[in-house]
């Protein structure tokens, strides 16, 4: 393609078409910051599956809250690309941000908690005994994690559900590494109590 | 022996406190506390993951990509100045406790020290470097050429300039990271508010952060300019021949028309293999001419093309022959890995991976390729 007016010392002009989804993440979080759409699709494409599973696992919200709080995760991305710097991975940057939406919420929520604890053990027909107990004990424990403070929760569905290192947890909460064990010691020990029938998530 | 702290066992339930599993293997309550830690989180890793289905997705996105249209970037944050010492901001609140001022004594005074020695020192340096450049026009800086080696890694570019004091209350931005392939010869110097750089041979990755002066690249067919930008360029003979973008956008000029080339695509200067060759004998043993099959960045398209077609082995090999231009080595032989990987060809990735880690241990997909060689089988025994 030809600029108008172009001398003929710039053309040919040899231009490859390599889309966007051939570009890094820090590539396509500096071609957002430009505006790029096809960047922006990018990065949501490459990043959705992730982040909803975060948030869905976080909040225990219904699909539309849910789906909001995806959107804005990438808006508010998409804003501050420019700031970005590449200190981290833009997965845990990307994370970061969700956490900090799903805090937000979940304080505007909190009324709801009761409605959290609420979730229904699902009725066990049949079939293998253990299976059944298993069945059991993971409903009592999605129970629990509904029932976590936020902070507890959300470094353990990052470290025990998504399985992420340490380090990577803390980059993205913002905290040092050890309080994310110390988080993550005093909800298993929660937890625990739960599936035990021994005491109650605070 | 002393039993490590419950916390560290949590560590060790998630893989990250070696120590802590060794002590656990040996002792009956750390062992029991670890089975517990390990049966909850493999409880916890079966918990169903909530489903986004392939379509909600792209309503979801289509959704976001319109609301998205609205949004303003925000401006890139430029760092605070830097207080001076013994004059705190008075915008940073004090973070020392009532009783610190009792307790900092002699380390204060050693603080204050240590700064005044460092500043001197500067000061020194800079008025000798006046003294031996008598208010230059242009701050112009020696051609840095970097020494060839046995491997030829890029080799990052060490700024030579002295920062020039900064205006009362702002900031300096920082210049733009330069990776210089080795051998590369170019001068650099600010012009005005531009960062300039005047590129002979060899191949350049410059980086300009969103904070960063712009900069120009100048040869003497083209002039690069870029801001927030993150290029890949290399000259010959004083003669810009590529520039790939990898974020954000170049703009090309020649004096009488600029061409905008945005991240993902690479522009080739052109010439006529006969002029080029009438004009610079040398030209010829620069390298294959550009478009033909051995020419490095058409074998980067290639290897590209070849992998989205599933042609993975080709695309490794393809990779391979593109890794001999610098600018674009380190992406060409890390894909060359992962082509091999995808084409199942363990052996040929393994040596890949290896290759990549030894030239660019610093890469930023160092670490995917550690984990995929660990990933890899182990070769097989020698027979004997």
Redesign the interface.
Known sequence: MRTPGASARLVPLRREGVSVDELSDDGLIAACATGDRAARAALFARHVGGVHRFIARMTAADADAVDDLVQTTFLEAFRGAARYRGGSQVRTWLYGIAANLVRTYARGEIRRKAALAAVRTLPVRGGDPDAAERRVMMDRLAAGVARLSHELREVFVLVDVEEWKGAEAAAALGVPEGTVWRRLHDARLRLRAMLEGGGAAS | VTCPD???L??AS?G?DVAASAHATACPACRRAMR??LA??E?????P??A?DREH?DE??A???A??EA???????VPPPIPVAGRPDPLIPSMRSPGASARRGTDGRRHVIAVAVATAALAAAVAVIAIVHPDPPERALPVVSAPPGDREPETAVAYLDVPAPAPAGRARPAAADVIASAGARFERSEAGAVDRIVLRDGALTIDV??ASPPIAIVGT??TVRAT???LATRGDAGVIRHVRV????AE?E??????A????????W?EPAAVAAAADPAAERAGPP??SPDDP?AAF?AA?DARKAGAHARAAALFERAAADATIAEEATFMAAVAWDAAGDAGRARAAYRRFLDRFPES??AAAARTALDRLPAPAPEPE
């Open positions: 419950p916390i560290r949590v560590a998630a990250e517990d830690h909850l989180r409880l916890a890793r079966a918990l993951a909530p986004l997705a979801l996105g959704a976001l990509l609301r998205a949004v303003t970037v925000d401006p890139p944050v952060a969103p067919n083209v927030r930008a993150r990898l974020a954000g956008t090309i020649d004096g009488s028309a600029v061409i080339v945005v991240a993902g695509e690479t522009w080739t052109d550009a478009g960045m398209t590209t930023r997909t």
